[in-house]
């Protein structure tokens, strides 16, 4: 690989991009005036430098956020609706700043950005129809002596906390129904990709958002300035989607205040291959659900568990179409994979790689990283991993395919069940009585059925056991920003 320049635009949209904290619809220097360095993983360099936020920020972004709430809260939601749709609007003109500012920052390539824009786009767009669609309920009470009354209200003011893999539909997957229900908000962008929220914020004012109904408090003090807000009894609710590590700990955070929490965190997805699947579409599938960002998602094909009679044909088949990915800069015309999103990241995928191959696991593929500038991993392939290693049960958030053989369907399913996560789960089969029996039996909080892609902003994303708390997106969204209140009504 060689050393690859920014694109010729890439100055000019940086240098348009909103670099202070987000406070009272503007952007302003940090408390403490300090900055952090934004770097692009596919060189290293220094993008620019962006306020730190400080617990002081923290405290004058809350300020704001309840000092808005009541209005806000009190807006119509036809007018709420109408600022998310012309929110909508506004990305989807700006797809192209959007789509080159999250490659730049983040490194996948620029045709997978403009995915996820359309995608995180599309938040804005279900949530202000959803935004008119807030309900209750109205009944005779049982013993005829009045009635009952169920209303719906924002919870008030909520953290959002976003992760760094995909820095806009993370946001406005958040943002999107927290607005929606009457919710004024803070987030708490990833240190690694905070330009892309940033330039989220201007598009809400533009969009017509009022003043203190969002605030973005970029940081490297994040256990300092989340603990600051969580601590603080006007915030009411806490969104987070990372890691289980980082989950516990905002969990137990949030009892103090007894806040509502929304969490989405880590995963381990099985992508199961069954001896009567058609091997094209499932090879097809696990390069969707593996290489997808780099293999850096949540719900990314971790453990690829395929029939032994037809293993070998699976093994050889997704090994060529690896093999094949040209690696590079995102921004650079035929990349197919970008570097992760920093050093750390990258060791920790070339370790856990490095523990499997020494414990006897076969590389068909890849396997280190590479030896250039930027942050880099081979597009990797391994099989014959024993039991027990690290790389079957946690995360790799890599682009490393890992496949297990089974026998049975019973010893399939037992294979996929056997971890602390639950959020998303694949199967490929032809059979419509086994997609109904499999289905059931994953215990996973979304399931694929002969596809590798299922998120989608009209459907609640979620998991079961240490894969999180709550939903985002669907109809279900929204009621995560909403308290149920009952009123017993006697004419």
């Known amino acids: 690989m060689t050393r690859t320049e920014l694109p010729a635009n890439a100055s000019a949209l940086i240098a348009s991009v909103p670099t202070g904290v987000w406070i009272d619809g503007a952007a302003r220097p940090a408390s403490g005036s300090a900055e952090f360095e934004v770097r692009n993983p596919a060189t290293g360099d220094v993008l620019t430098t962006i306020a730190d936020a400080t617990v002081a920020d923290a405290d004058a972004a809350l300020t704001s956020a309840t000092a808005a709430a009541k209005a806000w809260a009190a807006t119509a939601p036809r007018e709420r609706s109408t600022i998310l749709r012309r929110a909508w609007e506004l990305v989807i003109e700006r797809t192209e700043d959007f789509a080159l500012l999250m490659t730049i920052e983040m490194g996948k390539t620029l045709a997978e950005s403009r995915g996820e824009v359309a995608y995180g786009a599309e938040f804005l767009r279900w949530f202000s129809e959803e935004a008119v669609r807030v309900g209750g309920r109205t009944a005779t009470a049982p013993s005829g002596n009045g009635r009952i009354l169920v209303t719906k209200e924002p919870v008030g003011p909520c953290l959002a906390i976003t992760p760094w893999n995909f820095p806009l539909a993370m946001g406005t997957r958040k943002i999107g129904p927290a607005l929606a229900a009457g919710c004024t908000v803070i987030v708490k962008p990833a240190e690694d990709t905070p330009l892309t929220t940033m330039l989220l914020a201007q598009v809400f004012a533009d969009a017509g958002l009022p003043a203190g109904v969002l605030s973005v408090l970029p940081t490297m003090d994040a256990p300092n300035v989340v603990a600051a807000l969580m601590s603080d009894p006007r915030l009411r609710k ?147 991993v024993p039991a027990g290693q690290r790389i079957l049960s946690e995360e790799i958030f890599g682009p490393v395919a890992v496949i297990t053989g089974f026998d049975t369907e019973d010893e399939a399913i037992a294979l996929a069940n056997n971890t602390e996560y639950g959020l998303a789960a694949y199967f490929y089969t032809q059979s ?48 995560e920003y909403l308290n149920t209140k009952y009123i017993a009504l006697t004419p």
Not at 259 to 264: H, I
Not at 345 to 355: F, H, K, M, P
Not at 450 to 463: K, L, T
Request: net charge negative.
């Open 238 to 384: 806490v969104s987070f989607t990372g890691s289980t590590g980082v989950g516990k700990k905002l969990i137990a955070q949030s009892a103090d205040q007894v806040l509502r929490t929304s969490m989405e965190l880590g995963g381990n997805a099985p992508f199961i291959v069954f001896d009567d699947a058609d091997i094209s579409a499932a090879v097809d599938g696990a390069m969707a659900a593996k290489m997808r960002n780099g293999g850096e998602a949540c719900t990314a094909a971790n453990r690829l568990l395929v029939h032994n009679s037809v293993r070998e044909e699976f093994t050889a088949a997704l090994t060529e179409r690896i093999e094949a990915t040209t690696v590079g800069a995102g921004y650079v015309e035929g990349t197919a994979l970008g570097p992760l999103i920093n050093a750390r990241q990258r060791d920790s995928v070339a370790a856990i790689v490095s523990e499997a191959v020494e414990s006897g696991a076969r590389v068909r593929t890849g396997g280190a990283a590479v030896d250039a500038p930027g942050y880099f991993f081979e597009p990797t392939v391994i099989d014959e």
């Open 432 to 479: 419509l009585d086994r997609m109904l029996r499999v289905s059931s039996a994953l215990e996973a909080g979304m399931v694929g059925v002969n596809r590798g892609v299922i998120s989608d902003p009209a459907a609640p994303f979620g998991g079961v056991k240490q894969s999180g708390l709550g939903s985002e997106g669907g109809s279900e969204g929204i009621d």
